[in-house]
């Protein structure tokens, strides 16, 4: 357990350490100079059971709150000192505030100095001290009388704190790993050492951790917990750290750090959060008020946004935005607390909601439901609720990284929860079973109308669909959506379109006769400068409209791309120039490639090679500077044929994969692909013509 003292600056909280632990905590020599708590101190005493319990000093006067603060945001349980002779002052009362804003619900009350008063004195002050506890988180504690001197009550306090230690027991270890520095400093043949409070998790000698905001990687070298060498430390335990590592040097690791699991390193400059202003403000907070964060033990600058309709008067609370100077380490369901900028004054405190606040769109009804869902501290009840709630669907991993919650505990709640996930890239998009039976249901119904009413269609686009559902899932998610669903054959998925599997698209007899007909014309050798479709009906014997149609109908069918208008190639050549296309970036000293050189490598006109570079600059594939072109290598596969893939002969068929939509590349064993996501057990392509 990790105690607190806190209270007005001459009360005794030193002398009062220093008596039931035996050592001083004052530790700077300015500090054994005037007589005063500076900074923070530290201290540790063992109980009988074998625990250790530890101390961290805190300073009185009101010039150093900043520092009291540092301090106080890792403690279990805080000591209030009130000197007997004093009675309540005003840092007694402002201490009594961050005690209760930071969320500190045990603690009892050392009234010190008692040898220096009468019996009616002891009880005036012990009356005044419950009246000021009133209304806080440590309202009704203990109030018990003591000396440093003449050491009257202090082997009970101390036995108090046993007692209270063993009751409340050790703080479970779940969780990722959070250590908040409050000191970092060299000790010669150690190296680089930080200290802090563990807020979360647990740490084992040899971990790799990373020092945030500032990204800076490390590893542990040994560990001293609760002042004693330990091969692991945990939550409610104050720890020393030696981290070594490329850069680890005590000038680059500062208090407010905090040291944690790399999985959490996520610094964050935007976090909406629930605030309470304390009754002792004059005047409400208004919109974009300057104030000083306080947040474990960092301090930064801050501005207010209200999002609510009015300002927040003195006892009240709401949610704010608060808009950082630089970003910070943090989880949601931290306590912080604000304080003027000029540092005279706590004006309140509250707890961080969302770290990933949005900066727009801030205040909508949608938004306000998102907030009451982050403000329940439980992390099951919180992601139902935000998942009941629109969008309807959560990114599983920033939230259990924003709650520093573990591997095991994340899939604990998933199965419990039985969540419908989709992992897309770096994100895992979570949706309630509920919901994904209604997202699949109206799919279903969508693909059923539009097949009704487009009966020539292969299918709708992908992101055409997509817009129209009311649950509209991120694209790389629907993607991944969709094909958890192909792999259960309740859809079909055929290049960029989207279809029920009994949907199937086929040319007419006479269609497919025409077919056969066209198709040796714009195959073979004239494939790089097939003729167009004034000359194709001339050659045939049919008429230019005709043709046309059919060869729009082919498109879609994924069999041919019109490069210029009524100017059909077959995909297979089109696949074939893009091959060619990067056959000449590779060759080009720095990638580029002019259109002489391609037209002369399809042995074709100029215009026809322009005409052919102008549909690939329209799709991306080619990327025009001046007279220049380069392969945009992330478009490559919109037309070009899989590497695994043989070229085809010129007769073969091939899904269409209009511009702007993702490919859902089939065929030649290779498994479609979206946003790093692959799917498997896809049904084979169904319905095209051939």
Sequence with gaps: MIIGTAGHIDHGKTALVRALTGIDTDRLKEEKARGITIDLGFAYLTAPNGEVLGFVDVPGHEKFVHNMLAGAGGIDFALLVVAADDGVMPQTREHLAIVDLLGIGRGLVAMT??????ADRREAVRAEIARTLEGTSLAGSDILPVSAVSREGVEELRAQLFARANAAGRRSPQGRFRLAVDRCFTLTGVGTVVTGTVLSGAIAVGDHVTVSPSGLSARVRSIHAQNRAAERGQAGERCALNLTGDGVAKDVIHRGDVVLDSALHAPTDRIDAQLRLLPSE???????TPVRLH?????????VVLLGDAPIAPGDQGYVQLV?????????????????TSAQRTIGGGVLLDLRAPAHKRRTLERMAQLRAHAIREPESALVALLECPPAFADLTTFARDRALGADEVEQLAGSLRLMRFPVQRALIALLPDRWLQLKHNILERLAAFHRDNLDLPGIGLERLRLQLELRLPAPAFAAALQ???????VALDGA???????QVRLTPAEEKLWRVMQPLIAGKERFRPPR?????SIVGVAEMEVRRVFKLLGRLGKVDEVAHDHFFLRETVADMVEIGSALAAEAPNGQFTAAVFRDRLDNGRKVAIQILEFFDRHGVTIRRGDLRRMNKHRLDLFRRPADEPPSPPSSGREASPVGRPDFKSGGGREPVFGGFDSHSLPPRSGSAG
């Excluded at 947040?295 to 501005?303: D, F, S």
């Excluded at 379109?497 to 949907?503: C, D, E, K, M």
């Excluded at 479709?533 to 009906?537: E, K, L, S």
């Design 484 to 490: 958890s669903l192909a792999r259960l054959h309740e």
């Design 113 to 118: 100095k008692v040898d220096l008063v009468a």
């Design 282 to 288: 004059r005047k409400p907070i208004a919109q974009w």
């Design 497 to 503: 379109w989207v279809r029920l599997p009994s949907h």
């Design 295 to 303: 947040h474990a033990a960092a301090e930064v600058g801050a501005r």
């Design 533 to 537: 479709v004034r000359d194709v009906g």
């Design 324 to 340: 950082l100077e630089r970003p910070i380490a943090a989880a949601a369901g931290d306590r912080f607390v604000l304080r003027d």
